[in-house]
Structures are given as structure tokens and as C-alpha cells.
């Protein structure tokens, strides 16, 4: 950790859509008065009938409902394109980069992005799609995928989007859970270099779904596929679909999207996200923690199938009529100096990544950097993890040049946009926090076991939100009562983080980490009983826990302990097949980094496996086991300590 400041420049505060003093007197009306300070924001978007109540909301275990701007109407679809046709039609909307940097990049304006979600939208409604119903999308990072959003919020369909990464089985899980009627999907998703069958991957999810459900296939790369009964194809029937689609008049609490995330339990949760207020927070958070102003470039790296490529690639820049990158690729292809080749071409203003690809990027060295001209940066971003001080210096020093704020900003699916985090002009950062609350948001510091509010500055303990904000998540998706046992029963009368969180004299605020069983592997929510139930359903395993462990580039690696069926014998051979198996299950990002086997787990007498002591071990931290006087069998404990040793 580091106590250096860097403070914003004066000039760059002079620009800034907030300096320091501005920020000091909005926050405090924020928090005095939330319902006339979001009354007044609220009305950056466009309504159709406008709201006359702002906040309706209750964290009451039982009662919990989250309401904003209740009577108003809108349409985000609407929001995001029609209203910008009269000054902005011919100006770029999407400047989309393909994986390959020989193919040529797009440039798709706010005319043309209504046009081609007109079609879109046209499209699913023939196949029958309307206000209510679910799509889910399975999609490369290709303009299509931003069509199919938009279209779905044009005729009030609620999409889900399953990143492109995951396996048939979590996309069949998915397309069953929300009982969508239509999948989206693509040929093939080129990546790196190379190619998934995307497709081929749906046609196996879908043998598991009701014969009713629809799959519209869009042509990416034009490779071969099979061609089954349910399927559709996109693209030609985009092409020939008008341009003229009425968007629908939509109530602010109708549901916008679902995006599914890793929680503690093996079952991911349906985020529900609804429309008026996340559109106002995700539009305000990205042109206030951006400093956006008009005719700026402004780059997110995330993935459409991540709620940051939700709020920040799609809806947050779209609804402010900005220009926005969609980029298909990985930051290491061809080579380490993609991304900045990126920057140089588009020109970007405002750049958004991960730690995780700062880390990767800075163990191949500055000259992948030096080598390209990123003058226009003014604003980079960081997301998804802790950001170590050496990533972050390294970001300011050589990409920054040591003129670019960094905003380091701290948020959740859950939340639907940035929570605590720096606004380049106002807010002195330091290395590694995400520093201090956004407008109208409380962070409360409880004390893990009496779960008391701690009062001091200095505070460590649990990351609770005292009071909700217009981005919220409503509900999670077919079952209320999961919503309010996972945030709402902890810690009576908050909304429970899953974080830990430390404060420091000044006020800022530190994330140490979930305190749940997820871990956070380059950036991703991966839930350890998702892939622990994954490892059991293999026919040689008897059982298994994962925990998380300290990787240099990942932030957290998968550590998972094997227990075998009797008479199995642990082989190298078996071991490529549980990381295959488990690719398989869930997909590439839950594959384990390290597999110990073990002969027994630490349990305690009532058969709890007790991870701590598991994370421990992982941890090479042998010293500091603490008590394990409660287990069954606490010679358990020194046969796993041996082997990991043994591992060296
Ligand atoms: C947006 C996103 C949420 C979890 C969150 C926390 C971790 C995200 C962070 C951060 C430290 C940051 N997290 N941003 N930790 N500093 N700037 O990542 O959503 O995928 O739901 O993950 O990620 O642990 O609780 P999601």
C-alpha cells in the first residue's frame, strides 16, 4: 500500500466537469437530500412522461424494494440514439476494431446505429419477440451485439447476455433459467487469432432447451456451420428488415437486462437491472468519472458479456452521445502493443481497462508502449480488481506519461455503475484505492461479527451501502426472497458488498477482497462452488474445495484440492482432464491453475470444510493455520501442508 497523493493538475481541473470544491458541495447535497439531487439528474435523459416521484425505497429484510423515478416513462433505446439524430446523426456512435488489425476498423454512426437496430429490432419482432420476453445474446464483440441490445430495450425485450467465453452447459443453464424465447449468436468469434465456434457451441446448449426457443444466427466470419431447424439467419434477414422501428414506451422500473454473476452459492444470480435509473447513473458515472466531454474518443476494453461493457462500452457512453470503442480483440495480439496501437489510431481521450491486463502488459516492457503516439489520453481508467501500486505507477508513468488522472473505480454488477472511485479533476489519488464515494452513495464500514457501524475514520471490516442509488439492481431474476438473503439479511438494513474494506485517516477507502466464497481471477467473478460442483460431477472425484490464491498476473489463480473416488490413482493424465472437464463445464476462465490431490479435506465435526485453513496452504502461509482444534481428523491438515511443500 501507498500514501503517496497525486493530486489532479490545476489545468486539468480547470477543464473538468467537477473540481474539488464542486465535488465537496454536490456529494453534500446528495446525501441531504437525495430525492431533489436525483430529481434534478434524473432529467438528463429523456422521458416520455415525466417522473413526479424520485425514490421509493426500502432495505427493510422482507420488504426490500427499490424504486426509482416510479411513474416516469422512457425508452432507452431512444435515449441512446434517436434523441442525438437532430444534432449528430453523420457523427461515429461505435468505432469497432476487429480482432485482426489487417481487417479495416468501422465506423457506424448514430444514423446508421438506428438503422441497423431498427432492423434488428424488426427482426426479433417477426420471429415473434415482444415487451417482456427474454433474449439472450451469445456474441463476439461485434457491432451486432450492441444492435441486439438496443433492439431488445427498443421493443422493451429484456436481454441477457452470456459472455462468449462460457460453455454450452452455462449458456443452457441460462437460456433455461430466464426462459428466453430468442439466442443471438454468431458463426464464429475470432479472438487472438483464433477462432471459436460459437455456433456449434450454441447448437449443444440448445439441445437442452425447449424446441420452441429461436436461434438467429449473424455471419461473422462466414465459416462453415450446420444449419438446424430453430435457426435463423441474422444477417440476411437484417438486410432486408426496415430501418423504421417505433421505440416502445417503457415504465422506469421495467426491466432493461439480466446479466448473470458468480455469487457463493454453485448457482450464478439473475441481476435484474431495470430502466430509468440505471440509464441516469450509468450515463452521469460515465461522463463525470470520464471527464467525457463532446467529441472525445472514449475506449472500454471489457466485454459486452460484463456488466462494465453493459454501463460503459453501451448504454452510459450511447445515452451521452458519445463516441465509443468496441474492440474484438486481446490486448497481446498481434503483439504487447495492441491496445496502444489502438489509442494512437482512434485517438483516445479516455481509456478503461483491467489490472490484470496492466500487469500482463507491463511484464513485456515500456517499448511496446513507447512506440506509439498516445498524446490524446487524457483520463485512464481501471476496473474489475485491486490495482497494485507497481501496475498503477507503471500506468501513470509510462502510459500516462504522468499527466493522465487515474480512476481507479470500485463497483459491481450488482450496482450497475461506479460506486466509489476518483473524479480525475476533484479527487487527489492515491495507488491502489478506489478513494472516495460517488454522488448520493453512503459506504459504511461494519464490523464483520457484532455487524455495528464503525464510526472512526480509520475503520477495516465489512463494505456495506446504507442507502440506494438509481443504478441499483432490483431484484434478482425470478426469486425476490435470494435478493434479499444474499444482500439484505447480513447486515440489517444495508446492502451487503461481499467486500472487505479498510479506511484510512484521510477517508479514502481500500478493497482488501470478497470476503465470500468468490474470488476474483483477472477481473472475473468466479464463484468456488461453481467450479468446486463442476470438479464433483466427474466421475472420479469424491470431492473437492477451491479456494483463491495470490497470482502475479490474475490478481487470484484457482486453487483446487482433489479428493478421488477410492482406488483412483492421481495422475498427470488426470489432472489435464479435470482442467479440460472443467473448461468444458463452466469454460476456459474457471479452468484451475493448480490441482493438489488430497487425500482428505480439513472438516470440522459437523463435516463444514473449513477454507481458511484451505486458503492458507494455498496460500504458502503455513505458519498461521490458527485453530484448528475443532476439526475431525487435524492430521488432514499436515498430510496437505506435506504436499504442497512437496510440489516445491
Ligand atoms: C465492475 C465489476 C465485482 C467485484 C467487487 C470487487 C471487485 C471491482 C474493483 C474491485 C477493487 C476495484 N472489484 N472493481 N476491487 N478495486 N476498482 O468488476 O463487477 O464482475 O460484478 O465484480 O470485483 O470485489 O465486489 P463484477
Known amino acids: 500500500m501507498s500514501d503517496t497523493t497525486y493530486p489532479p493538475s490545476a489545468e486539468f481541473a480547470a477543464n473538468a466537469h467537477i473540481d474539488a470544491a464542486k465535488y465537496t458541495e454536490m456529494y453534500a447535497a446528495s446525501i441531504n437530500d437525495p430525492a ?18 424520485v425514490k421509493d425505497v426500502s432495505f427493510e429484510l422482507g420488504k426490500v424494494s427499490i424504486n426509482w423515478y416510479s411513474d416516469g416513462t422512457l425508452n432507452v433505446a431512444a435515449n441512446c440514439i434517436d434523441r442525438h439524430l437532430a444534432t449528430r446523426a453523420n457523427q461515429t456512435a461505435i468505432i469497432w476494431e476487429p480482432d485482426s488489425p489487417d481487417e479495416e476498423a468501422l465506423h457506424i454512426t448514430y444514423r446508421e446505429l438506428h438503422d441497423n437496430t431498427c432492423r434488428m429490432a424488426n427482426v426479433l419482432k417477426d420471429l415473434g419477440v415482444t415487451r417482456g420476453d427474454r433474449v439472450v445474446l451469445y456474441l463476439p464483440m461485434i457491432p451486432e451485439a450492441a444492435y441486439a441490445m438496443l433492439a431488445c430495450a427498443r421493443i422493451g425485450a429484456i436481454h441477457s447476455i452470456v459472455f462468449a467465453g462460457f460453455s454450452p452447459d452455462a449458456l443452457g443453464a441460462r437460456i433455461n433459467g430466464s426462459n428466453a424465447k430468442v439466442v443471438i449468436t454468431a458463426d464464429e468469434a475470432p479472438r487472438g487469432g483464433r477462432k471459436t465456434a460459437l455456433k456449434s457451441n450454441a447448437d449443444a446448449a440448445l439441445l437442452h432447451c425447449d424446441d420452441r426457443v429461436k436461434n438467429l444466427v449473424v455471419k461473422r466470419t462466414g465459416g462453415q456451420t450446420t444449419w438446424t431447424e430453430r435457426d435463423y439467419d441474422c444477417t440476411a434477414l437484417m438486410a432486408a428488415a426496415s430501418t ?12 432493461l437486462f439480466i446479466l448473470y454473476t458468480s455469487g457463493s452459492t454453485g448457482q450464478p444470480k439473475g441481476v435484474v437491472h431495470t430502466s430509468g435509473g ?46 465509443t470503442i468496441m474492440f474484438e480483440g486481446v490486448p497481446t495480439y498481434p503483439d504487447a502493443s495492441r491496445f496502444w496501437q489502438v489509442c494512437e489510431k482512434h485517438k483516445v481521450n479516455q481509456f478503461y481497462t483491467a489490472p490484470t491486463a496492466l500487469r500482463a502488459l507491463m511484464g513485456q516492457g515500456n517499448s511496446f508502449v513507447e512506440s506509439c503516439d498516445l498524446s490524446d489520453l487524457r483520463v485512464l481508467g481501471t476496473v474489475g480488481e485491486p490495482i497494485n501500486p507497481e501496475a498503477w505507477n507503471w500506468y501513470n508513468d509510462v502510459v500516462g506519461k504522468g499527466k493522465c488522472p487515474i480512476v481507479d473505480t470500485w463497483w ?20 491502489g484505492s478506489c478513494t472516495l464515494p460517488f454522488f448520493g452513495v453512503q459506504p459504511v464500514i461494519l464490523d464483520p461479527t457484532s455487524g455495528v457501524e464503525i464510526h472512526d ?12 442509488w438509481p443504478g441499483q439492481m ?34 479514502y477507502y481500500w478493497i482488501t477482497g470478497r470476503v465470500d466464497d468468490v474470488i476474483n481471477v483477472s477481473g472475473h467473478r468466479m464463484g468456488t462452488a461453481e467450479v468446486e460442483s463442476a470438479l464433483v460431477a466427474h466421475a472420479q472425484v469424491a470431492e473437492a474445495a ?32 479435470l482442467e479440460k472437464w472443467v473448461r468444458a463445464e463452466i469454460g476456459p476462465i474457471a479452468k484451475p491453475d493448480l490441482i493438489q490431490w488430497a487425500p482428505g479435506l480439513p472438516k470440522t465435526r459437523s463435516g463444514k470444510i473449513m477454507r481458511r485453513i484451505l486458503r492458507k496452504i494455498a496460500e504458502d502461509d503455513f505458519g498461521a493455520l490458527g485453530d484448528t482444534s ?17 510440489r516445491g
Open 36 to 53: 431533489a439531487f436525483w430529481g434534478e439528474h434524473g432529467t438528463r435523459i429523456d422521458w416520455i412522461k415525466p417522473f413526479t416521484k
Open 244 to 255: 423504421d422501428c417505433a421505440p416502445e414506451e417503457m415504465n422506469a422500473e421495467d426491466p
Open 278 to 323: 440505471y440509464l441516469v447513473y450509468a450515463s452521469m458515472t460515465q461522463e463525470l468519472v470520464f471527464d467525457y466531454h463532446q467529441g472525445d474518443v472514449f475506449w472500454c476494453t471489457a466485454d459486452v458479456g460484463w456488466v462494465t461493457g453493459h454501463s460503459y462500452i453501451v448504454y452510459g457512453p450511447l445515452a451521452n452521445g458519445a463516441t
Open 412 to 431: 459491481q454488477t450488482e450496482t450497475g455503475g461506479h460506486l466509489m472511485t476518483p473524479l480525475p479533476g476533484a479527487t487527489a489519488t492515491k495507488p
Open 457 to 468: 475514520t480509520e475503520a477495516e471490516g465489512v463494505l456495506c451501502i446504507k442507502d440506494s
Open 474 to 507: 432490483r431484484t434478482v431474476y425470478g426469486d425476490h426472497e435470494r435478493f434479499e438473503k444474499t444482500y439484505f439479511s447480513d447486515y440489517k438494513g444495508y446492502y451487503f458488498t461481499g467486500d472487505g474494506c479498510r479506511r484510512d485517516a484521510d477517508g
Open 546 to 577: 477451491v479456494v483463491g490464491y495470490p497470482h502475479d498476473i490474475k490478481g487470484q489463480g484457482i486453487y483446487a484440492y482433489v479428493t478421488l473416488m477410492n482406488g483412483v490413482e492421481p495422475t498427470e493424465e488426470l489432472r489435464k482432464e
Open 630 to 646: 475443532t476439526l475431525a481428523e487435524p492430521a488432514v491438515v499436515d498430510d496437505l501442508i506435506e504436499n504442497r511443500m512437496n
